[in-house]
Structures are given as C-alpha cells and as structure tokens.
C-alpha cells in the first residue's frame, strides 16, 4: 500500500521536494494510517511532515479522549503538532448551518490557516459515499467527479487505497487507533449510505469503490474542459465590466451556456446558486427585444436591454482607479475583479493572441512607464480599421449601457489608446507576427471559483 500511495502522489504531482506536509490527524484508522504511512515517505519525496488536530467539541469526552490520543501519537512519533478547538453548534446558531455542514467549513478554515500543503486522509470508500451522496440530492457532472486528488492547498494521497486496505495496514502494523462513535449512527444520511445501501451495491460489484475511482478520474477531464470552455465563452462575449452579448452567449451550445452562467454567478460573489437561478437567466439570455431581469440572492439584478445583459447600476462600482501596468508582472483593478499581466516578447507569434491576450508593436510604445489601464477619457479616440474612432461613438455603437461605460478597461501611453479591452484593438499599434510585442493578458480574478467538497 505505501508504494500505491507513493506513485499516486508522483503521477498527481501532489507534494513537491522540500514542502511540508501537514497531515490532518484526528485519530480514526484513516488518518493514523495517512500520518505513519507519509512519515514513512519523508526521504523519498524530500518533505518535512506535520501534524494538525481540530477538536470539533461535539461528543463531549469523547472529543478530548480523540485530541489526548492524537497528542500522544505525534509525541511517540516526533511528530510537531498543532491543534485546535472550534465551536461548531455557536457557529450553527450563527449561520444556521447543519452540524456537518458547519463543521466542514471550520475544518477547512482551519487547514487554510495552516503553513505548508495539507494531506487529508480521504479514502477511495469516502470518494464513493460522497459520489453517491450527490446523487442523491441530485447534482450535475461536478458532483458526479468525486473528491479531487488535489485542491488548492489541499492533497489527498490516499484517494487510491480503500477502507479495507488501510485496515489491513494498521493489522500489519500493529498501529492503534480511535473510534467515532457518531461513525456508527444511521442519522446523518452518509452513514445510511454506508451501512445499508453500499452493501447492497457491493454485491452487484466488489470492487465498485475503485470502479468509481476511475470514473472519476475521466470525468475530472472533462469537466475541466468544459469549464475551461465556458470560461473563455464569458471572455468572449463581455462587452465591458458588467456587460455582456447575449447573442455571442446563444450561440454556443446550452451546455456551455448554463456554465458560463454559472461561473458569472460566481463572479457576483453568489456561492451556491441554485439550478432555478440558471434558468432563469438562461431564459432571459435566449429571449430577444425588449428588456427583462432577473433578481438573484442577495438582492443583486441582471437586466437584459436588447441584446447586452448588465448588472443592474446600484449593484455596479461607479469607476476604477487608473494603474500603471508593470512590465513582466500583474496589475490588479479590484474594482472590476481584473488582473492584467504584461510581458515583452522578442518575436510575436500569432499563436500567442487568444481572446484575451492583446500583442502590440513594442517600438509603437512612446514610454513603457506610461503604458496604463484607466477609464476613458474625452477625446479619446481609436484606430480601427475605417480610421480613427472616438471611443464615445464607440462605446454607443457597441451598445454599452451609459452607467456601464466609465467602467470599460482602457489601456494608453502618452501617445494614444492602444485598446478598449475587449472591444477594439488599436491597427496602427497591434503586433504582426515576427515583431518585437508587449503581450497584454486579461484575467478575470473570479471566473475559477469552485465550492470546496463535501468532505
């Protein structure tokens, strides 16, 4: 089992040389398993392990029997320790969260305030139940992906190996242990899972929960393909900060319509969006004249006037600061969730252009330190293919709302505007390939935003 993990961890490229490595322990056969099995692997990888403890202060006694075990394991061990405690039932007060639920969020609140990579003892049994669990509640394809090897500042070595393997390592190894007593309830619905209906499964299928394993590792393909799809489609059709093109949104497929939906809510900071939500806005894309909206939680609007869907005015900034693009780093407008990255090349390639990826002919540039991102001003004006445009009449053919426009992203040097990002590029300053070019990269800071697991 310790070379299955070992070339798991490799072909993920889970732990780089010279990280450390804070295991999660809270006591269970999972954990002491993860805990004795990454110590074994300190040298080959090159790392230094770690141990953190949360006491969720849920069973009383039992929860500090837990921390006293874990606290004399790493000792036995050597193994530097950090434990802390967190109020679970005041936070569900609080919030109104279930336990589980609440728990969860200040279990990962605690591994984010932890130095170093954090291993997690998940097995390929856990990674079944929590597919099953989305099933049962009802999810789409991200539900179905399971628990990812690897997320953020979050590693899960164990993901290849099963309940019943980890149990014969701690036989073989003589290692000891504590119970969960809440692990043997039928009250929260994983455990009813686990108890009553993966029996059944398993007789159809031994070997379901590495079937699923698999699985799962296809569909993590493809739903990061598609994800990354449906980013570059929201690229492509925002007019401006706040403002995008229903008609470019319709014509793609609505799979990755209802994606790039998706990821607009998460944009607005909406977390959890419910699927009525989706729809809702992606009836409101698909109809067409007129005007309509859509009222989203926490009182946010879209509104769609013709063809351009925008946020409503009360929820949009009224402007943002101008910034200085640093050459070979990344400028930050947070008023628009925007980075902007710029980088000199010294011959441009038409494969370096993408939607939102800008080359301009660095010998057109009058100063490098006065290439700039800054709203529009007046006079400004653009070169474009009939001739120079001003980027008022510009922005009013483009159909930009009037409370949207002090909001469109303009890049300039003294000797002009370069670009009205993603409208209009400059012709008389834009690279060709062969030229020496400042590569202008756009990122839109939220459009990756994922929910953490159920885990």
């Not at 990674?127 to 989305?134: A, I, K, R, S, Y």
């Amino acid at each position: 089992m310790r070379d299955k993990i070992l070339r798991f961890i490799q072909e993920n490229e889970l732990i780089k040389p010279g990280s450390t490595l804070v295991c999660a322990v809270s006591g269970g056969k999972d954990s002491v398993c993860l805990l004795h099995v990454m110590l074994s692997l300190q040298k080959e990888l090159s790392i230094t392990v770690k141990a953190a403890h949360l006491n969720h202060q849920l069973r009383g006694e039992e929860s500090d029997r837990d921390e006293a075990f874990v606290r004399s394991l790493c000792e036995s061990l050597s193994v530097p320790l950090t434990v802390s405690r967190a109020d679970v039932l005041a936070r569900c007060k609080e919030t109104g969260e279930s336990v589980e639920e609440a728990a969860r969020v200040l279990r990962y609140r605690f591994f984010a305030s932890l130095e170093g990579v954090v291993a997690t003892a998940h097995t390929q049994d856990d990674n079944l139940e929590t597919v099953l669990l989305n099933l049962v509640r009802g999810t789409a394809l991200r539900g179905l992906c399971g628990i990812p090897p690897k997320r953020g500042q979050i590693v899960r070595p164990m993901l290849c190996v099963s309940r019943e393997e980890v149990e014969q390592y701690l036989l073989q190894s003589g290692l000891s242990h504590v119970e969960d007593s809440s692990n043997a309830s039928d009250l929260p619905l994983r455990n009813r899972l686990r108890h009553e209906v993966l029996p059944l499964l398993r007789r159809e299928n031994p070997n379901l929960s590495e079937t699923v394993f698999r699985m799962d590792a296809v569909l993590r393909q493809e739903d990061s393909y598609l994800e990354k799809q449906a980013s570059s489609l929201l690229q492509s059709c925002a007019l401006s900060s706040g403002s995008w093109s229903c008609s470019v949104l319709r014509a793609a497929p609505q799979a990755l319509q209802a994606r790039a939906m998706r990821l607009l809510l998460a944009q607005l900071n909406i977390a959890k969006p419910a699927q009525a939500h989706v729809d809702a806005l992606m009836h409101l894309i698909a109809s067409s004249g007129g005007s309509s909206s859509v009222t989203l939680p926490g009182g946010k609007m879209l509104r769609r006037s013709y063809d351009i869907l925008s946020i409503a005015a009360d929820d949009l900034p009224q402007t943002f600061e101008p910034k200085a693009l640093l050459l070979g780093g990344e400028t930050e407008i947070p008023e628009l969730s925007l980075r902007i990255s710029c980088r000199f090349v010294k011959k441009y390639e038409k494969s370096m252009q993408s939607l939102c990826t800008f080359p301009f002919k660095y010998d057109t540039i009058d100063e490098i330190k006065a290439l700039c991102v800054r709203p529009r001003q007046a006079g400004d004006e653009i070169q474009l293919p009939g001739g120079g445009r001003s980027l008022k009449k510009l922005l009013i053919d483009r159909k930009v709302p009037r409370d949207a426009r002090s909001l469109v992203p303009v890049v300039a040097d003294r000797a002009g505007v370069l670009l009205v990002y993603p409208l209009a590029v400059s012709v008389s300053r834009q690279a060709q390939p062969g030229d020496r070019a400042i590569l202008i990269h756009f990122v839109h800071e939220k459009e990756y935003i994922q929910k953490e697991d159920t885990q």
